[in-house]
């Protein structure tokens, strides 16, 4: 899919070295034609080679410094292009034109990503994800740099280090690559009653996405909106995916990790190669400057959500993923983010966590991209022409013409000029900012349990007992009791039975208030907090279960058919056409990679042989109709690891339907030990298609997992 966008264009003007065609040839990077690509030069056949073959010293100078940095967090990333799309003025709010021209559309590169691990890292790690988006105006980049998750650990940046050594592997031996669940982690967290709001949201299964597509965007920090009057709202940024937040099982997340560590890169470039476009709906929570103190938390506070029951989010936009990237490194390597890139509009909020990362993303990128004009790289570049006085630095692309680099000049004719305000010039809110010069935290940034018991409280039955079972996996890796004893001291803080539960498994006793001195800030206030234990003015927010999400689309849900030679071909077919028209993926599995023959002569191509995938990559298995079909799966090859497909997909409560003539596979599964109707189950009849699909919308049949898994 190609996008004609002006950024698109302009990319592609630059693009002098990209597409081959059939009369290229190959050349040195000075242009020269390579006549022999295959030998180096020798003296004589069998000699030694000659330091004369630049062409040779050429090639193998520049793959020896192929690598640049990795990012120092949020490594392994996946990227789209796409297109942002007003469908609500906020012209009352904010001048930026982006957001207030109805109907606008403004290129976008997004890129998702996780935290902790390195670059080749699992995708599917317990983690926060990234979800930082640039959006090409006319006025400038406008960087949202976003994470799925709305509140961060700390409340300050100068903690930010800290918090990543905490969490990457461990100094000593690199161990473990990409998990939370190690000794120094753990020990950071039981030391810092700030994160807990946070590490809620980190155990809960919004940390195991089931894809990029499916996951929420959050600007986390408030930020400042101002109109042509020069107006403040305090605002809030969010992405909601119009296919619904949806996640897998950590026993599924780890399987995934060994089968395929690609999965949501794969997922998100084989959805839009399809055409299948990753869509959500941007809305802004919007309070106005006066009303700043009216709620019982700080604004300014990123371990802090506004509930949208308190708040509620107005949709404005639509955010569409319509292109993948023509080059990975080019373009989601390269792509530097940065909050600081702001446009008139938009302003900063005095959050400590913002005022830090201010200074941190552009000075990351200099040691990364390794130059001050990594702004000139394409996928970087604004689509507006860039005239300032800056020059020279390492890899300068731009040939600036005349004698002046300097403001004020006259030799130049004084260009370039600067803007006045009413040409597009940006200039910051005037705000009346006075304090003594001190190193503390604002009182109302102290209390810490409030809205981790909020998220807590608001999910659904099946959300906390995962939520308990991570914090049990975790907590488990940790080989310190002390450790593993003042993280579910903190537990008590939010929710007693979590505490026990969690306490009970890790063999520690439940110990409300064993702190240790070092954790107690300067302030000495936050005991006190603790123990008064607040309950939040929002006592449950419906916004933060996923079990309140979107669940009427099968849209590029991926359906298994696992079949054999003899499948029926009517009921095959019949199916596969009735799920292919809502919008899922049929793949084919099948005990060869040969085309299987079905009942009326005809063929059918798998996409996977059963040893090539694995229950783990579906979202749903149909296990396809026809005797002869069942006897093939059935035998002592294959049997094992068909009935392993469908105790999986039962195990993580997926969707089962069984065709007709397969009794076998269904009686020797786990799933026949069930005892109660399980509206997952489906056997097929004329009505079993609509089942089927509503069943798999459902996404998991998460209620009945305790149920399902005591039978097995
Ligand atoms: Fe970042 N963060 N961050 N961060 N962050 C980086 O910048 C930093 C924070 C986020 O796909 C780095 O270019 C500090 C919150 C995303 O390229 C670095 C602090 C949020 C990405 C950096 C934070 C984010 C980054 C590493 C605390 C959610 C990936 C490479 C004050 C709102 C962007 C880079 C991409 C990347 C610093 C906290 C989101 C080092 C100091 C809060 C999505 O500059």
Redesign the pocket.
Known sequence: MKNDTPHNKKLDQLDTHSTSNDNEKLTTNQGLKINNNQDSLKAGERGPSLLEDFILREKITHFDHERIPE????AR?SGAHGVFKLTKSLAEYTKAKFLTELGKETPVFV?F?TVAGSKGSTDLARDVR???VKFYTEEGNYDL???NMPV?FIQD?IK?PDLVHAVKPEPDNEIPQAASAHDTFWDFISLMPESMHMIMWLMSDRAIPRSLRMMEGF???SFKFINEEGKVHFVKFHFKPKLGVHSVAWDEAQRISGVDPDFHKRDLWEAIENGDFAEWDFGVQLVPEENEHNFDFDLLD?TKIIPEEEVPVEIVGTLTLNRNPDNFFAETEQ???HPGHIIPGIDFTNDP?LQ??LF??TD??LS?LGSPNFHEIPINRSVNTVHNNQRDGHMRQQIVKGKTSYDPNSIGGGCPFQAMMSEGGFTSQEERVSGAKIRERSSSFVDHYSQAKLFYNSQSVPEKAHLQKALIFELSKVTLPAVRERVVGQLAFIDMTLAWRVAEKLGVEVKKLDWPNQSVPADGNMIELQSEEREPKTRISEALSMKNTVKNTVRTRKIGFIMANGADGRAVNNLKTKLESEGAKVEIIAPSLAPVKINDGSSLTPKHSLTSTASVCFDALYISAGEESAKELMTPENRNIVLNFINEAYKHCKAICFGEGTESLYSNSNVSAKKHEDRGIIWQNENSPDMFIKAIAEHRVWDLETERNSQI
């Open positions: 990012r120092v967090v949020h990333g890129r990503s990234g979800f930082a740099v976003a994470n961060f940046a930010f600007g986390v920090h990123p792509v530097a983010f966590l830090g990362r941190s993303y990351t990128q990364r």
